[in-house]
Nanobody, 119 residues
Framework: QVQLVESGGGLVQAGGSLRLSCAAS????????IGWFRQAPGKEREFVGA?????RSTDSVKDRFTISRDNTKNTVYLQMTSLKPEDTAVYYC???????????????WGQGTQVTVSS
């Protein structure tokens, strides 16, 4: 069982930056791919990006968001820059055995962290 805890969310003005963290309780965290998803009110959950256990990342918002991981700290990061009001959502991280763009590809989920971007 992998427990994930997101942090780093908050209120930021448009054009600003935030770095979200996803910390895991499990020592085998380094074996998991980690995905980031977001869900805005009234919308479906959306894939943001993911990173494999080896550090290979796939981003859906390539020009503005970057995913990285530090396996020594059991933590994955989502660095978000040039934020826009449409980035407002609850952001979730999830762990799975394979890198995937789909939420069903992940077994364990965090509780989410709110990101609000004001115009």
């Amino acid at each position: 069982q992998v427990q994930l805890v997101e942090s780093g969310g908050g209120l930021v003005q448009a054009g600003g930056s935030l770095r979200l963290s996803c910390a895991a309780s499990e020592r085998t965290f380094s074996k998991y791919a980690i995905g980031w998803f977001r869900q805005a009110p009234g919308k479906e959950r959306e894939f943001v990006g993911a990173i494999s256990w080896s550090g290979r990342s796939t981003d859906s918002v390539k020009d503005r968001f970057t995913i990285s991981r530090d396996n020594t700290k059991n933590t994955v990061y989502l660095q978000m820059t040039s934020l826009k009001p449409e980035d407002t959502a609850v952001y979730y991280c999830a762990a799975g055995t394979l890198l995937s763009n789909w939420s069903r590809g992940y077994e364990y989920w965090g509780q989410g962290t709110q990101v609000t971007v004001s115009s």
